[in-house]
DNA sequence: CTTGACCTTCCCATGTTAGTAAGGTCTACA
DNA sequence: TGTAGACCTTACTAACATGGGAAGGTCAAG
């Protein structure tokens, strides 16, 4: 058993983040101390780890919360946990499509930036009249 | 002039967003009627659909901020423009390359998990021991 | 004069994380 | 025993940009 502090350090999530994680119900209600400290074993840290490497792959909280769901169910299908992965696998090529899409049109600009002491610029004129786009 | 709602269909920016531009200060506060409905120029719009703009290519309000700054400076330097922009794109670059590790590694796991009734999984099981990451 | 479409301000929610304040508890050391 | 300092507790605040809604005022057309 141990407090916060030091799952937060076994775990790498931080006390505050662990508190809040209780609060929305991702995780169960630690147990107590007398004192009314939180204390933990390292099964829950193992689960702390395990929200804490799902995060690292960008998942949101919420399919955080299915996927300890699936972790937990034994008869559960694999199936299900690939649906989720290839689902937010699609968010994120998504998002770098867009993010792609827009470092390319700066860049492009940038490039015909002389970048020097003159006012004019085509990144300024892009934003002013639209560029076409 | 014009209407926030006429505004903002001229602009692509909601009049909830003009108005909440307006109270950060993006904006200097709008001209209003006697009734006190904010009442816009061509102009207005015109910038309007300057921040848009900006908005679609990834831009923070605050670069938003600077960039019409630069814009209204007939006396800008071009480098103070390409400035915000190169910086812009390598925070875009970096964000990227973080989202493309997280979709490389997802797609590598989902590729070795059955996808079927079964529960053994790699992604849980990466989860759960951290995969050697 | 009424109806409906518009406008106003104010508050709330999103999602995840961090900061801060005010107060209680524990530990180690003098 | 006393106390300092490190820890814990809850609760509120902020960030970012956007959307939603309530309660009420205004305008134009019929």
Redesign the interface.
């Known amino acids: 058993m141990m407090n916060i502090g030091k799952a937060a350090a076994a775990s790498g999530v931080s006390a505050k983040m662990i508190r809040y994680y209780e609060s929305i119900n991702l995780l169960a209600a630690a147990r107590r101390t007398d004192a009314g400290y939180r204390a933990y074993t390292d099964e829950d840290v193992?689960v702390l780890?395990?929200i804490r490497?799902?995060r690292?792959?960008?998942f949101a909280l919420a399919d955080i919360g299915e996927?300890l769901a699936?972790?937990h169910?034994?008869?559960?299908?694999?199936?299900d946990?690939?649906?989720i992965?290839?689902a937010?696998?699609a968010a994120?090529?998504r998002?770098?499509a867009q993010?792609?899409g827009?470092?390319d049109?700066?860049?492009t600009?940038?490039a015909h930036?002389?970048?020097?002491?003159?006012?004019?610029?085509p990144?300024?004129t892009?934003?002013?009249a639209?560029g076409g786009?």
Do not use: N, Y
């Open positions: 193992h780890r395990f490497r799902a690292d792959l960008g996927l699936l972790w169910d034994q008869g559960r299908a694999s199936a946990v690939k649906g992965a290839l937010h696998v994120l090529e998002k770098i993010l792609q827009m470092a049109t700066l860049r600009l940038a930036c002389h970048g020097d002491a003159r006012p004019d610029c990144i300024l892009d934003l002013d639209g786009r």
